[in-house]
């Protein structure tokens, strides 16, 4: 199978109702580290005298070891049987199976993220695509790789929020994985890696996030407000 993912049509099955409001968009479900407030936009922005593509590279990495502990709290739960695609919603992602013929294959999702991170790791410790000895240079498509790799973070992503939030909410992780969304949006927003088109499902998601995120920053952030911010977002 190739690394390549396309995104498919509405889901029959499996799927969040139109007239119900998913969990993770409920006002306890919306809470995020106390101590990235009003920071992750600004780490997310290329630090000064850095490589773009170093910078990019760097966060491939980062962003993988961060969803793939996401994919770990929601393995038991997450079978062929409950989700027999992978889905966010009414919206499926595809694999694309082959590049020549653009086949594309309906996959479970546990079976969709293990082989797609499967494949990031294998890019990632490729040193034609992610060089890491000094002179080697990042390919031509170097660029093109990370949208696609980013694609399929996003997809893994929105089918956690839309399908196990209730569980990751249950195990109290849902702060650690809203900080993750959060961070992931500014910077892909930074790098224009993805197009806002491709990200609608989780558009309403993106917008209280960051707008908390700003409510937050302009609070006065003192060891009892940090604390008691804590305490709010475990309530």
Partial sequence: MAFLFGRGGKSSS??????RKPQFLEPSALAIYPMIVGKLQRLSRLPPRTDIHEWLATNCLGFFNHI????????EVCTAT?????????????????????KKTKLPAKQYMDSALSQIQKQLQNEEIFPTKFGYA?????????????????AIL????????????????????NSLFLHFIYFVQEFSLLEPKE?????????????????????????????????????
């Fill in 14 to 19: 499996n799927s969040t109702s139109e007239d």
């Fill in 68 to 75: 793939n502990v996401q994919v770990g709290a929601v393995s």
């Fill in 82 to 102: 409950t989700c027999p695609t992978i889905a966010a919603g009414k919206e499926t992602f595809e694999w694309l199976e082959d590049k020549k013929s653009s």
């Fill in 138 to 154: 990042f390919p031509p498509e170097f660029v093109q790789v990370v949208r696609k790799i980013f694609r399929t973070y996003f």
């Fill in 158 to 177: 929105a089918h956690i929020y839309y399908h196990h939030f209730h569980e990751i909410q249950r195990l109290g992780l849902h702060d650690g994985l």
């Fill in 199 to 235: 990200m609608q499902c989780m558009e309403e998601l993106t917008i209280k996030l960051i707008q908390l995120d700003h409510d937050l920053a302009k609070r006065p952030m003192s060891d009892d407000f940090t604390d008691g911010l804590a305490q709010e977002h475990k309530s």
